[in-house]
């Protein structure tokens, strides 16, 4: 296990020490930090060059895994290539928000054009494999996943990763519609041009993806107006349950 630290943090904290952890497994390493932030994107790819196992999972530094989330995902990885657990937001104390997941025992691109959110899991560790410095890079990476497995791939709702959000999340407010769909837009082309790893035969459906999620956010946007403290994930969650 490869450990990226100096993605992006708040400048009024310390760096979190992640050293203690080589202690409880000789498998762990930790990355020396580099000299300036870079984003989640770039840090995690530190630790992909560095990574020497067959498979990768992500975990971020606010967020957990349930207890045997790499036991119940990595045979069935070994076996079709990949494999995804639920995903459950939660606020900074703990309420959840929503838990994603499709309503099968198989996960495919189409499920994602409702998701909202990254849906993590474990993938092979290719030399190819690369997350890129734009916003919803996650998304783009799990899609590419699944492209490269054929579009579908085994899903295990007792394996949850809990996506914590912090207090001061990008997702409160209306700045991040305009962040995050510019991120959109980018993304979307590089599939259109053929400069990701999605196969040709799995681009519309990975385009479709990012066209749901901008007309969530626009709808989102509209909401915000009137509450600014909204956020966006307690707004996914009352609009698909509404």
Same mark, same amino acid.
């Given at each position: ?63 957990? @895994?349930?207890?045997?989330? %790499?036991? #119940?995902?990595? &045979?069935?990885?070994?076996?079709? !290539?990949? =494999?995804?657990? $639920? *995903?459950?937001?939660?606020? @900074?104390?703990?309420?959840? %928000?929503? #838990?994603?997941? &499709?309503?099968?025992?198989?996960? !495919?691109? =189409?499920?994602? $054009? *409702? ?128």
């Amino acid at each position: 296990m490869a450990i990226s630290r100096s993605s992006w943090r708040p400048t009024n904290r310390a760096r979190a020490d992640y050293s203690f952890l080589r202690l409880l497994d000789s498998r762990v390493r930790v990355l020396d930090d580099v000299a300036q932030a870079t984003g989640p994107g770039l840090a995690r790819n530190r630790a992909l060059t560095a990574a020497r196992g067959s498979f990768i999972a992500l975990l971020d530094a606010d967020d957990l @895994w349930s207890p045997d989330y %790499l036991a #119940e995902l990595l &045979p069935l990885a070994e076996r079709h !290539g990949a =494999a995804f657990g $639920a *995903t459950r937001i939660t606020d @900074w104390q703990g309420r959840t %928000l929503r #838990e994603i997941q &499709p309503a099968t025992r198989d996960i !495919g691109i =189409a499920d994602f $054009a *409702t998701a909202f959110a990254s849906v993590h899991g474990i993938a092979r560790h290719l030399p190819e494999r690369r997350w890129l410095d734009i916003l919803a890079e996650d998304v783009l990476f799990d899609l590419e996943t699944l492209a490269l497995v054929g579009g579908h791939a085994p899903f295990v709702a007792e394996a949850v990763y809990h996506l914590r959000l912090r207090p001061r999340s990008m997702t409160r407010g209306g700045a991040f519609v305009a962040r995050i769909g510019a991120g959109y837009d980018r993304l979307k082309a590089l599939i259109r041009a053929g400069d990701t790893l999605i196969p040709s035969d799995q681009c519309a459906a990975s385009i479709a993806v990012f066209d749901s999620w901008q007309r969530m956010n626009i709808a989102f946007g509209a909401a915000v107006a009137n509450e600014p403290a909204l956020d966006f994930q307690s707004f996914v969650a009352k609009r698909l349950l509404g």
